[in-house]
């Protein structure tokens, strides 16, 4: 098993960056497929991204794909979305999800992190 844990969500001015971080523990960190996704107040929760085992594949949803990247390092078990050109309408939580997977053109996962708050400011 694995259990992500958020970290770097914060209040941004609208063009502004931000990087989530998630600490995941485990041994098999580097077996999963780990991926972000996100909730804003009164929405279901979407796909934001993914990102192989390996690092070498990512995918992204069509709001985010250019402005967001995904990254991992499984030395330190740590995986990293880097936020930029943020919208007001990226505000949300973010969660870490761990054994990511695409089930037709839905997303889902097996492990969830709590959470951290994304606001962006207009």
């Known amino acids: 098993q694995v259990q992500p844990v958020e970290s770097g969500g914060g209040l941004v001015q609208a063009g502004g960056s931000l990087r989530l971080s998630c600490a995941a523990s485990?041994?098999?960190?580097?077996?999963?497929?780990m991926g972000w996704f996100r909730q804003a107040p009164g929405k279901e929760r979407e796909f934001v991204a993914a990102?192989?085992?390996?690092?070498?594949?990512?995918y992204y949803a069509d709001s985010v794909k250019g402005r967001f990247t995904i990254s991992r390092d499984n030395a330190k078990n740590m995986v990293y979305l880097q936020m930029n050109v943020l919208k007001p309408e990226d505000t949300a939580v973010y969660y870490c999800?761990?054994?990511?997977?695409?089930?037709?053109?839905?997303?889902?996962?097996?492990?969830w992190g709590q959470g951290t708050q994304v606001t962006v400011s207009s």
């Open positions: 990102i192989g085992v390996s690092g070498g594949t990512t």
């Open positions: 485990g041994r098999t960190f580097s077996g999963y497929a």
């Open positions: 999800s761990a054994r990511t997977r695409q089930y037709g053109s839905g997303w889902n996962a097996d492990y």
